[in-house]
């Protein structure tokens, strides 16, 4: 599935702009919503309400429990691994001046999310997503034929970026944030880089760009 123009400006503004055609997408699809301030952004990835979604309250340590999990996962991140980011990552470095070392960083951090991301949809389950990594993420989506194809391999459905229109993080979207966190540590058995994912417990003012307590969080994200 490719990209609509509408939808790649609003990858490059914030802005949302919703189809008619999107709607029935958006109810079928594993759907990445966004919320941005100012530098970073929060993610939540929802599913089709026919999958029975357990309460995100409660669920911070994550799903890695469910049967299976950790090995689908692990594949999900070998495959995406792989992926050719080259293109998108000299653009990445040339808009915000990154070293190829920090670039490198942030597309291992990323693929690591949307493989997790296509792992928990498998479950009925949805991530939040906090931190600098999500610029990378608007970036990659532009490129609108290699991201559909990486989430073909990845997924196996194509994965939407859709920012919500009032850039506040619910506590939903936090608990599943913290549910991202605990599935990174148990999958791949090491803590998550703080430099890259924030704690939102905690105002972590560093240079990726966190947010102050992202329940309230609307521009008040520093870098």
Not at 177 to 200: C, H, I, K, M, S
Request: hydrophobic share 35%; net charge negative; glycine share 8%.
């Amino acid at each position: 599935m490719v990209l609509s123009p509408d939808q790649e400006l609003f990858s490059q503004t914030g802005k949302v702009r919703t189809e008619d055609d999107e709607k029935e997408t958006f109810m079928t699809e594993a759907t990445l919503v966004t919320g941005s301030g100012d530098v970073s952004s929060i993610a939540a990835v929802h599913q089709p309400p026919s999958i029975d979604d357990k309460p995100a309250t409660g669920a911070p340590h994550g799903y890695a429990q469910e049967d299976g999990f950790i090995q689908d996962a692990l594949r999900r991140t070998a495959v995406a691994e792989r992926f050719d980011l080259s293109l998108v990552l000299a653009r990445y470095r040339r808009q915000y001046s990154f070293s190829q070392a920090v670039a490198e960083d942030h597309r291992r951090e990323l693929v690591r999310f949307l493989a997790l991301c296509a792992t928990a949809r498998q479950y009925g389950r949805s991530y939040g997503m906090m931190g600098a990594v999500d610029e990378l993420w608007h970036m990659f989506v532009i490129f609108t034929r290699d991201y559909a194809r990486f989430c073909e391999e990845v997924a196996g459905r194509f994965l939407h970026h859709i920012p919500e229109p009032d850039g506040v993080a619910t506590q939903g979207t936090i608990d599943r944030y913290l549910a991202f966190l605990g599935d990174y540590r148990t999958v791949y058995g090491e803590e998550p880089p703080p430099a890259y994912w924030p704690n939102p417990k905690r105002s972590p003012h560093n240079t990726d760009a966190s947010c102050d307590g992202c329940s309230g969080c609307d521009a008040a994200c520093v870098s």
